[in-house]
C-alpha cells in the first residue's frame, strides 16, 4: 500500500514534470529536438518498480519484468502502481525437477537436486530440469559390509533394510534396522532351548546355527552322526546283545546309555564301573567301617555312614550313580564347614576322610573327567583305563591353584588297569587352619621367623599310586596368592603334617620353584594337603661375621686416627689436597665409630633415628670429600696455575651438601630413619635413593674428572714426545 502511494506522488509529480518539458519544447524548435532525445529511463527518479528493466523509446518509455518476475498488470507496462512479483516455480509446477528430486525456490529462479538414496545422472548435485535425472541407488551392492556381518541387505526405493541372517538376533531387538542402528549376536540355540536336540543326545552351538549327536551308548536312528532337530532320535545301544564277549567271562547287564560288567557278590571290577575287556578283573570289594561311636552324629560321621553304604550297594544289583554320590559327598562338607572353622583336633581327621571320600567315588565315574564344585570346595578327578601303563602329563587345576604331573607317577607300579589322580580346592579352610605353625619347623638355617600367614587356598592331591609318600617324580602346584607379596616376604611351600597336636604345616619334602607377587610354584616329592605360606625371616648375624666386622672396624678406626694425626701436625704435607684428605679421614673416622657403636640400637626408637641420620650424613659426607678430590686433581691438570681451593669454600662443598640432603630427606619422610632390625634407612618408599642417588652422582663425576685428566696428560705428553706410543701416553 505504501508502495503504490509512494509510486502515485512520484508519477503526479513526472506527470507536471513533463507537461513543463512539452511546454518547454513546443516553443522552440531547438529545444523540441533535445527533449525528444531524452532518455526517460536515466531520470534519478526511478520510473518503473523494482525487480523490472526500463525500456526507453522514442515517446515514451515501458516496464518490463525480471525473468523469474511476473507484472501485475500488463507484460509490457507504464501504468503507475503495477508491481513485479517473484515467481515460485517450484509451487507452480509440482513435476519441474523430474521424479525422485527436490525443488527449491530462489529469488527469481530455482534449483533442483536429488532425494536421499538417488544421484544426478550427470554428477551435478544442484541443476535445473532438464540438465539431469535423479536414478536409485542401491547401497547394498555399492557398500557389501553396509549392514555389518551376519546380516541380509535388502535394498529399497531410496534406501535400504537391515536383517539378521538366520541363526542371529539383532542386538537392539529390531527385526528391521538400518547401519549401526543395531548388529548381529550368534543364537545360542543349545542354551536357549535344553531339550533342543531331544532326550540322550549333545547340543552344539555353531556360528548361526546347532548341531546334534548321541551320547556315548545311544545311536541315531537315521544312521546320521551330525544331525538337528527333528531329523533323527536317539535310541540306546545294546552292547551286551551287539557284543556277547565284551564282559567275558563275567556277566553284562545293559544300562541306559551304557552296560556294567558285573562280578560275584563281593567283589568289584579293578577299573571301576567300566569293564576294560581282556584286562579288568574282579578284586575284592573292601568297604570302609563306619564312623566310631564319638562321631556318629557329627557331620564326618555322616560322610562315612554314607561310604560305607554306597560301597555296600555294589553288588549284582549295580552300582549307584558315582557323579551323585560325589556330589552328596561335596553337599556334606559344604554344611560342614558352613558351620564355622573346624577345630584343630579334627582337621587332620577331617582332610583323610575328604580325600578317600573322594578317591572311592572315582571308582563309580564313568567319565575320564569330572569336575564339581561346591559352595566351599571343589573336586575335579582324572581316570585312566588301561591295559598298557599309561603315559603323557596330567593336569588338574581350578582358579586358585593348578597341579602338574604325569600318569607315569599317577599309576605308579599299578597293575590293575585302573589310575586316578584327584584335587580338592577347599575355598575358605585357610581361616580354620592359618594358626597351625611350627615356626621352628619351617625356620632355615641362620634364619627366625618374625610372622608368617597362609597366602594361598588349600588343596588336597591324591593318586592311585600305592606309594604317595615317596613319589618317583616330585609334583609340581602352582598357587595363586591371596594377597600380593611386595613386602619382601619369603614364600615357603608347606604341607599338613599330623602330629601328637592335631597337626601343623611343614616344609619338609617340599620346596619353593619359582615365585612373584601373584603367584608361587611348589614342588613336592609326597602328597598330602598343600598351601603357601607368606613369612618374614630375620636373619641372624653369626658371632664370626659379627667378630670380623668389629675387628676390622676396630683397625680401619685406628688406621683412620693416625692419618688424622699425620694430615693435622705434619706442617710439610699442609694444602689444598691435604685438608681434602684430613676431612675425609675425619668423615670416615666418625661414620665408622657410630656404625661401631649404634648400628644394631634399634630398641630406642629416636636415639635409633639419630644413629641412622649421623650415618646419613658423614657416609655422604666421605662421598663429597672424594668429590672435592677429584675437582682438585682436575683443576691441577688441566688449570695448572691457581689450583688451590679455599678453605672456607671447601668445608661448605664438603658438609654443607651432606647437611642439606640430611635435612630435605629428614623432613620428607621423617619415619625413614631407623629400621626393625638395623638404624640405617629404610627401604620402604624408595627412601635409600636419598643416599644412593646422590653417590652415585657423585661416582659418576669423578669418573668423567679421571677421563678428561687422562685425555689432558696425555696431550702434554704428546707435545713432549711424539713419537711416544698411544699406550705408554696411558701408563
Known amino acids: 500500500m505504501q508502495e503504490s502511494c509512494r509510486l502515485l506522488l512520484l508519477g503526479i509529480c513526472i506527470g507536471a514534470a513533463w507537461d513543463q518539458v512539452e511546454c ?20 534519478p527518479v526511478p520510473l518503473c518498480p523494482n525487480n523490472s528493466h526500463c525500456f526507453n523509446t522514442p515517446e515514451s518509455f515501458y516496464c518490463l519484468c525480471w525473468a523469474g518476475f511476473r507484472s501485475t498488470g500488463k507484460h509490457n507496462f507504464t501504468e503507475i502502481g503495477t508491481f513485479c512479483n517473484e515467481i515460485n516455480e517450484c509451487k507452480e509446477n509440482r513435476t519441474l525437477c523430474g521424479q525422485n528430486a527436490w525443488c ?173 575287556s581282556n584286562y579288568s578283573t574282579c578284586i575284592e570289594l573292601r568297604c570302609p567301617e563306619g564312623p566310631a561311636k564319638n562321631e556318629a552324629s557329627t557331620p564326618l560321621g555322616e560322610i562315612q555312614r554314607m561310604l560305607r553304604e554306597t560301597c555296600l550297594q555294589q553288588s549284582d544289583q549295580g552300582s549307584p550313580d558315582g557323579k551323585q554320590v560325589l556330589k552328596d559327598v561335596l553337599g556334606m562338607v559344604d554344611h560342614l564347614l558352613h558351620a564355622g572353622p573346624l577345630p584343630k583336633a579334627i582337621t587332620s581327621r577331617f582332610l583323610q576322610i575328604v580325600e578317600d571320600a573322594v578317591m572311592r567315588v572315582a571308582l563309580l565315574l564313568d567319565q575320564d573327567q569330572t569336575q564339581i564344585n561346591g559352595t566351599t570346595l571343589g573336586v575335579e578327578i582324572r581316570l585312566s583305563r588301561f591295559s598298557a601303563p599309561p603315559q603323557g602329563p596330567v593336569t588338574l587345576g581350578s582358579g586358585n591353584v593348578t597341579l602338574n604331573t604325569d600318569w607315569s607317577t599317577v599309576a605308579g607300579e599299578n597293575s590293575s588297569g585302573f589310575a586316578v589322580a584327584a584335587l ?61 607379596n611386595d613386602s619382601g616376604h619369603a614364600a615357603v611351600c608347606v604341607y599338613w603334617k599330623d602330629d ?74 699442609k694444602g689444598t689436597r691435604s685438608t681434602i684428605h684430613l676431612h675425609l679421614c675425619i668423615s670416615l673416622f666418625i661414620a665408622d665409630l657410630v656404625f661401631l657403636a649404634g648400628i644394631s640400637s ?12 649421623l650415618l646419613h650424613f658423614f657416609f655422604l659426607a666421605v662421598f663429597t670429600w672424594m668429590c672435592l678430590e677429584g675437582i682438585q686433581l682436575y683443576r691441577m691438570v688441566v688449570t ?92
Open 24 to 43: 518547454s519544447c513546443n516553443s522552440s524548435s531547438s529545444i523540441k529536438e533535445s527533449c525528444g532525445d531524452r532518455n526517460k529511463c536515466a531520470d
Open 104 to 276: 527449491q525456490n530462489t529469488i527469481g529462479n530455482y534449483s533442483c537436486s536429488c532425494k536421499t538414496g538417488f544421484r544426478s545422472s550427470s554428477g551435478q548435485e544442484i541443476f535445473m530440469d532438464g540438465q539431469s535425472s535423479c536414478a536409485e541407488i542401491n547401497e547394498c551392492k555399492e557398500n557389501r559390509t553396509l549392514c555389518g556381518q551376519n546380516a541380509w541387505c535388502q535394498n529399497t526405493i531410496g534406501s535400504y533394510s537391515c536383517s539378521c541372517k538366520t541363526g542371529f538376533r539383532s542386538s537392539s531387538g529390531q527385526e528391521i534396522f538400518m547401519d549401526r542402528q543395531s548388529s548381529c549376536a550368534d543364537i545360542d540355540e543349545c542354551k536357549e532351548n535344553r531339550t533342543l536336540c531331544g532326550q540322550h543326545a549333545s547340543c552344539r552351538n555353531t556360528i548361526g546355527s546347532y548341531s546334534c549327536s548321541c551320547k556315548t551308548g545311544f545311536r541315531s536312528s537315521s544312521g546320521q552322526e551330525i544331525f538337528m532337530d527333528g531329523q533323527s532320535s536317539c535310541a540306546d545301544i545294546d552292547e551286551c546283545k551287539e557284543t556277547p564277549s565284551i564282559c567275558s567271562p563275567v556277566n553284562c547287564t545293559d544300562k541306559i546309555g551304557g552296560y556294567q560288567c558285573l562280578c560275584k557278590t563281593g567283589t568289584f571290577p579293578s577299573t571301576g564301573i567300566k569293564w576294560v
Open 424 to 484: 580338592v580346592s577347599y575355598y575358605n579352610l585357610e581361616e580354620s587352619l592359618n594358626h597351625s605353625f611350627n615356626k621352628d619347623s619351617l625356620a632355615r638355617e641362620n634364619h627366625t621367623i618374625t610372622s608368617v600367614q597362609l597366602n594361598s587356598k588349600i588343596v588336597s592331591a591324591a593318586i592311585s599310586n600305592g606309594a604317595p609318600e615317596r613319589l618317583s617324580s616330585p609334583v609340581d602346584f602352582t598357587f595363586s596368592h591371596l594377597q600380593l
Open 500 to 573: 601328637s597336636t592335631g597337626g601343623s604345616w611343614s616344609r619338609d619334602g617340599c620346596e619353593t620353584v619359582w615365585a612373584n607377587q601373584t603367584y608361587t610354584t611348589c614342588r613336592c616329592h609326597h602328597l598330602s594337603s598343600f598351601a603357601v605360606l607368606m613369612a618374614l625371616y630375620e636373619i641372624q648375624d653369626t658371632f664370626e661375621l659379627q667378630l670380623i666386622t668389629w675387628v676390622g672396624l676396630g683397625l680401619s678406626l685406628l688406621c683412620l686416627l693416625l692419618s688424622i694425626l699425620t694430615f693435622s701436625c705434619c706442617r710439610s704435607v
Open 602 to 613: 634399634t630398641s630406642n626408637k629416636g636415639g635409633c633415628a639419630l644413629v641412622a641420620g
Open 640 to 731: 695448572v696455575f691457581n689450583a688451590t681451593l679455599s678453605r672456607r669454600f671447601m668445608l661448605l662443598f664438603g658438609y654443607g651438601i651432606p647437611a642439606l640432603i640430611v635435612g630435605i630427606s629428614a623432613a620428607a619422610n621423617s619415619q625413614g630413619y631407623g629400621t626393625k632390625r638395623y638404624c640405617w634407612l629404610s627401604l620402604d618408599k624408595g627412601f635409600i635413593w636419598s643416599f644412593f642417588g646422590p653417590v652415585c652422582v657423585i661416582i659418576l663425576l669423578n669418573v668423567l674428572f679421571f677421563v678428561i685428566t687422562i685425555w689432558k696428560l696425555a696431550e702434554k705428553f704428546a707435545s713432549i714426545n711424539p713419537d711416544l706410543s698411544n699406550l705408554k701416553k696411558i701408563q
